[in-house]
C-alpha cells in the first residue's frame, strides 16, 4: 500500500519538473531559437516513440440510490479531486502531415475517496473511504496537428480517443472485506484533450492536458452495507496533466 506522503512527493516532483521546463523554454535564448529547424526528418517517420510522464487528477462522479432520500444517518457523499501518477511509453504511427495514430499503455497509480459526512448528537462526522488502484491503462487516440510555426519548432494539436483500465488492486473480489465500498476491475473511457509540441534538436517535448470520462458504472454493491447502500452508480473522471518527450 502506498501512502498519502507518497502520492504528494510524487506530485510535488512532478511539478518541479513541469516548472523546469518551462523556465528552460522560456528564457531559452530567441537568437538561437531562431537560427534553428529542428528535427526536420521528424515528421516523415512513419512510427516514432517516446515517454510519458503524467500527473492525473481522479475522482468519481456519484449517483445516489432511492435509498440515499431515506437514510437517517448520512447527509452527504463526495468524492474530491486526488492526484497520482502515471508513466507511459509512446508508439506513434504518422498517417499523414497533420495526423498521428497514438498508442501510450501506462500504468498509473491514483487514489479516489468516498466522503460521508454523517449526521451526529453534536458536530456531523466525516468518513472516508479510500479507493486504492494500480491501474494498467490502455489509451488509442487520434491526433491533429496544426502545421508547424514559430521558426518551424512549435504547434498546437488535439486529441481524441478511447481508453481501458485495468485495475490491478481491484477490491470487487474481496470477500471477507465487509466495510468496503467495492469498485469493478475494468474501465472503458472517452478521452480528449490539447497540448503543444516544442521541436528542440534532439527530441520534442509536448505538454499535454487531457480530460478522461469514464462510461460504464464500476460500482460493485456490498451486501448490508450502509456506504454501499446510499450509491448507485460510480464513474471515474480524470484530468491528466503530462509531459511527453519523443525523438
Known amino acids: 500500500m502506498y501512502s498519502t506522503n507518497l502520492w504528494h512527493l510524487l506530485y510535488l516532483h512532478c511539478r518541479q519538473i513541469g516548472i523546469s521546463i518551462v523556465f528552460l523554454w522560456v528564457f531559452l535564448p530567441t ?15 512513419q512510427i516514432h516513440f517516446g515517454i510519458a510522464f503524467g500527473v492525473p487528477i481522479t475522482r468519481f462522479d456519484i449517483t445516489h440510490s432511492d435509498s440515499f432520500l431515506y437514510h437517517d444517518s448520512i447527509k452527504v457523499v463526495q468524492s474530491p479531486n486526488k492526484p497520482g501518477f502515471k508513466v507511459g511509453i509512446i508508439s506513434d504511427l504518422h498517417l499523414g502531415d497533420n495526423a498521428d495514430m497514438r498508442f501510450i499503455p501506462s500504468l498509473m497509480f491514483a487514489e479516489k475517496d468516498l466522503i ?9 462526522v466525516q468518513i472516508n473511504k479510500t479507493i486504492e488502484s494500480i491501474i494498467l491503462s490502455f489509451p488509442l487516440s487520434f491526433k491533429y496537428k496544426s502545421d508547424r510555426f514559430f521558426n518551424e519548432n512549435f504547434r498546437f494539436y488535439a486529441v481524441g480517443g478511447v481508453r481501458f483500465d485495468w485495475d490491478l488492486g481491484s477490491n470487487s473480489k474481496a470477500r471477507k472485506a465487509t466495510d468496503i465500498v467495492k ?35 464500476l460500482f460493485v454493491p456490498t451486501e448490508n452495507l450502509r456506504y454501499s447502500d446510499v450509491l448507485q452508480r460510480l464513474k471515474s473522471r480524470y484530468i491528466t496533466f503530462s509531459i511527453q518527450f519523443e525523438g
Open 116 to 124: 460521508y459526512t454523517e449526521i451526529a448528537p453534536g458536530p456531523d
Open 183 to 217: 469498485i469493478a476491475p475494468f474501465d472503458f473511457l472517452a478521452e480528449y484533450g490539447v497540448g503543444t509540441e516544442f521541436y528542440f534538436p534532439l527530441f520534442i517535448l509536448s505538454p499535454e492536458i487531457r480530460i478522461s470520462n469514464g462510461i460504464p458504472n
Open 31 to 45: 537568437s538561437a531559437w531562431a537560427q534553428m529547424h529542428n528535427l526536420a526528418k521528424n515528421d516523415k517517420k
